[in-house]
């Protein structure tokens, strides 16, 4: 079984900084991609960034677009989501997912919780 585990989210101030990190553990699975969605209350789930695993090719959503960066790690499975530059419309809860045949995404971490003060 694969499960992808986030850490990072919390508390911050408008104009602050976070670091969000995904680990996959479990067996070994195949990754086209990974990427981080938000959901926030009463919106719904959004892209938000994706990274292709081979080559490292990222995207971003046009609201994140020079404020977020996405990233692999050193660490094997895992992924970073660098948020600079923090807005209270930010707040929401971030997930970690992994598209392993290219046709979309199909494991889903359990969340984390980024709230920007203003």
């Known amino acids: 079984q694969v499960r992808l585990v986030e850490s990072g989210g919390g508390l911050v101030q408008t104009g602050g900084s976070l670091r969000l990190s995904c680990a996959a553990v479990?067996?070994?699975?195949?990754?086209?991609?990974m990427g981080w969605f938000r959901q926030a209350p009463g919106k719904e789930r959004e892209f938000v960034a994706g990274?292709?695993?081979?080559?490292?090719?990222?995207s971003y959503a046009d609201s994140v677009m020079g404020r977020f960066t996405i990233s692999k790690g050193t660490a094997k499975n895992t992924i970073y989501l660098q948020m600079n530059s923090l807005k209270p419309e930010d707040t929401a809860i971030y997930y970690c997912?992994?598209?392993?045949?290219?046709?979309?995404?199909?494991?889903w971490g359990q969340g984390t919780q980024v709230t920007v003060s203003s």
């Open positions: 997912a992994s598209d392993s045949l290219g046709v979309g995404y199909d494991f």
């Open positions: 479990g067996r070994t699975f195949n990754k086209y991609a």
């Open positions: 990274i292709m695993w081979s080559g490292g090719t990222t």
